[in-house]
């Protein structure tokens, strides 16, 4: 507050002190000069003789923004004093807390200078307790080790029970659940109640409905008697039914017989399939004469009538055989298979490449063989095949049928 008078007679002095050529000046400029007594006197004079050089309307204009000034002072001064009731509040707020602190203190000096008195005795006692404590120095460290497992377990029971109320939280939260669930139920109960004596009154209904059946039925009784005399016709027709079915099941172990007779002369049938892939190599050729290929991955090989390693298959018996082949190559030219039957050409075929890239061909044929006849495949000079993990070149046949 001293502050903001200060300032305010500050602001008057300098507002004052330019109308003292007319009239002697405000007379404020009387009580500025007061708190300038200690400014040198020259400079005063100066400062008057400038201020006379001015004119009336100067002055008067200064005077009113002095006075917009002063009002804006004079508002700012209103906030401050607000502000300092505030503070003042505060302070006193504080004041009491202070007092009731001081009150605490007195009290805690008292409870000290008793815990002093307390604490001479505890020495004393202690001194007693340290003379018996040596000879319980032993049983003191097994309590001291039961009393750290107690704390644990202590502490563990405290965690239990945090446990304890966060689930007891949870159940209180399910419990009102459970009050709105059964309060649900209780409406659905009303519900069910009043479907329940509609469902009475359509049970008379259906009582009233099964008088009129009843009614019905004993008309139903003269006509079951009429279906009771059909009936015997049927008996007599099923015990003919259970002749002809005697003469069928005679017939149908007859059946099985064959079926069986069938079945055995199946199983000493030879019984020949094999399929096999080319090679992991890769590139197969060209070379410069023809080449046996040997397919050396052996898939299937029933009855083993391929050989591996001549890659020629050898019929086991007479028959009717099924054999097929795929042909693929990678690179341009041209790639190609010959087909023999022992030392007779049975098939050829090829076919020209123009690109790098993956090209297949399949061909398959059904040959008569007698036993010992050989089948095997063979790579003309200057082709060229390509086989991979993939199995891209295969050989494979079969057994048809014997002769």
Known sequence: MRVVVGLLLLLLALCGSGAQGEGGGLGQVGEISEFQ??????????????????????????????????VELKVFVQLLQRENSDQE??????????????????????????????????????????????????????????????????????????????????????????????????????????RLSSSESELLLSKSRIDQLERENADHETRLTATESKSSDLEKETADLQTRLSSSESELLLSKSRIDQLERENAERPKVAFYTALTDAGHVGPYSTDITLKYSKVFTNIGNAYNPATGFFTAPVKGVYYLQFSVCSNRTGYMGVYVYKNNQLIMFNDEGKEEVGLEYLTKSVVLELKAGDEIYLVLPSDYSLYDSPHNHNTFSGSLLFTL
Not at 53 to 66: F, G, H, N, S, Y
């Open 37 to 70: 007594e200690t400014a040198p006197r020259d400079a005063a004079e100066e400062s008057a003789e400038s201020t006379t050089k001015q004119t009336t309307p100067d002055i008067w204009a200064e005077v009113r923004a002095l006075r917009d000034m002063v």
């Open 89 to 194: 509040m505060r302070l006193t707020a504080t004041e009491s807390k202070t007092t009731d602190l001081e009150k605490e203190n007195a009290d805690l000096q008292t409870r000290l200078s008793s815990s002093e008195s307390e604490l001479l005795l505890s020495k004393c006692r202690i001194d007693q307790l340290e003379r018996e404590n040596a000879v319980q120095a032993t049983d003191l460290i097994s309590l001291g080790t039961r009393l750290t497992a107690t704390e644990s377990k202590t502490s563990d029971l405290e965690k239990e029970n945090a446990d304890l109320q966060t689930r007891l939280s949870s159940s209180e939260s399910e419990l009102l659940l459970s009050k709105s669930r059964i309060d649900q139920l209780e409406r659905e109960n009303a519900d069910l109640q009043t």
